[in-house]
């Protein structure tokens, strides 16, 4: 297991009577929130979603990091964000992010292992290096693909545990 790799509860996810996109969100408090774009379609499964990042005060995202027990990328910003919210494909994430694996090597491809491996996706305001623990300041969220292929619907989540909510309702306010 990796050492940025922190277990946490198993997604508790519920189906919202209107049919809409599923984000998956989590925050920390004072800090900032993350959202998980998917369609509930299967093809959800095979690619990482896209994630609405969203930080309260002056310091915006620096790092990503995506990381499986057997698997680990990290994404830097090559620009500092403003406007409080950015939105980042992490298949795909573009010319705004470095991608590097868990050693530190480039890395032009990021796909999931399979639909039930869990992720834990964390957001920093500062970056470190390779082999060092992310602060995940603005916040962090433990989703599986499979998941986001099987639901539709917000769900939203404190440091802990989650709730579904509406997608009007994401970000929840700083």
């Given at each position: 297991?990796?050492?940025?790799h ?6 508790r ?9 599923l ?10 929130h993350?959202?998980l774009?998917a ?17 309260c005060g ?20 090559t ?5 409080g919210?950015v939105?980042v ?29 869990e992720?834990?996706?964390?957001v920093s ?14 916040a ?8 986001l292929?099987a639901q ?5 989540s ?6 579904m909510?509406?997608?009007?309702d ?5």
């Amino acid at each position: 297991m990796s050492v940025h790799h922190r277990p946490r509860a198993g997604l508790r996810l519920a189906v919202l009577a209107a049919p809409t996109t599923l984000l998956l969100t989590a925050c920390l408090p004072d800090q900032g929130h993350i959202g998980l774009e998917a369609s509930g379609h299967f093809t959800a499964e095979q690619k990482f979603p896209t994630a609405l990042i969203t930080w309260c005060g002056d310091s915006p995202p620096a790092q990503i990091d995506l990381v499986a027990d057997d698997h680990q990328w990290r994404l830097t910003a090559t620009e500092e964000f403003t406007g409080g919210e950015v939105e980042v494909d992490l298949s795909a994430p573009g010319q705004n992010w470095e991608i590097t694996d868990g050693e530190g090597g480039a890395t032009y491809r990021v796909v999931p292992s399979s639909p039930g491996t869990e992720y834990t996706l964390g957001v920093s305001t500062e970056t470190v290096e390779a082999g060092e623990e992310p602060s995940n300041d603005i916040a962090d969220l433990v989703f599986t693909t499979g998941d986001l292929a099987a639901q539709e619907g917000v769900y939203a989540s404190d440091s802990e545990e989650g709730e579904m909510v509406s997608v009007e309702d994401f970000p929840p306010e700083c």
